[in-house]
Antibody, heavy 118, light 107 residues
């Protein structure tokens, strides 16, 4: 079935970087965009950026520009999100989500990756 | 930056109708969608393009969007509908923005 499987929980020190992967299966990876969304404890969902898995074009939210790098490996049907210069406020669950091709919404979500900065 | 505002909480009795609002400047000119998120789970889209339901979403979920407000309506609310609900706006001029979320309590 169509699914996105993310890497496991991470614990990082302030100032370090974290790289989360999102492996797609059950569909043609390059036909869709993958977005990264985070949710800090008790907070709203927050878009970080996205990548067109077909042509590799990326865009990131102004809030994260300079700190977030989104890439993909088409041979592995996997998208990656790396966040640098981590601080305690980056403690959150990080989700990848597929943008539906026929409508404006995220139709498939990964299970989430908990990143703790401490 | 563009902002979406939701009430923090809404309560409803089982079998009754729940309405959750989402307000933003000229939101009616954009597409709105709604996600349901249960504790410890990833969000699931329940409404897209203002009023359309993805396959597998019960008919009791409906949506509308006009002026500055989008509304998610759950008719005949069931205990299983208790969750957090987030609205999201889509427009080429803004990044995809989420509302602050509404906790729906069925009591």
């Amino acid at each position: 079935q169509v699914q996105l499987v993310q890497s496991g929980a991470e614990v990082k020190k302030p100032g370090a970087s974290v790289k989360v992967f999102c492996k797609a299966s059950g569909y043609t990876f390059t036909d869709y965009a993958i977005h990264w969304v985070r949710q800090a404890p008790g907070q709203r969902l927050e878009c970080m950026g996205w990548i067109n898995a077909g042509n590799g074009k990326t865009e990131s939210s102004q809030k994260f520009q300079g700190r977030v790098t989104i890439t993909r490996d088409t041979s592995a049907s996997t998208a990656y999100m790396e966040l640098s210069s981590l601080r305690s406020e980056d403690t959150a669950v990080y989700y990848c989500a597929r943008e539906a091709v026929d409508y404006d919404a995220f139709d498939i979500w990964g299970q989430g990756t908990m990143v703790t900065v401490s | 930056s563009y902002e979406l505002t939701q009430p923090p909480s809404v309560s409803v009795s089982p079998g009754q109708t729940a309405s959750i609002t989402c307000s933003g400047d000229k939101l009616g000119d954009k597409y709105a969608c709604w996600y349901q998120q249960k504790p410890g789970q990833s969000p699931v889209v329940v409404i897209y393009e203002d009023s359309k339901r993805p396959s597998g979403i019960p008919e009791r979920f409906s949506g509308s969007n006009s002026g500055n407000t989008a509304t998610l309506t759950i008719s005949g609310t069931q205990a299983m509908d208790e969750a957090d609900y987030y609205c999201q706006a889509w427009d080429s001029s803004i990044a995809e923005v989420f509302g602050g979320g509404t906790k729906l309590t069925v009591l």
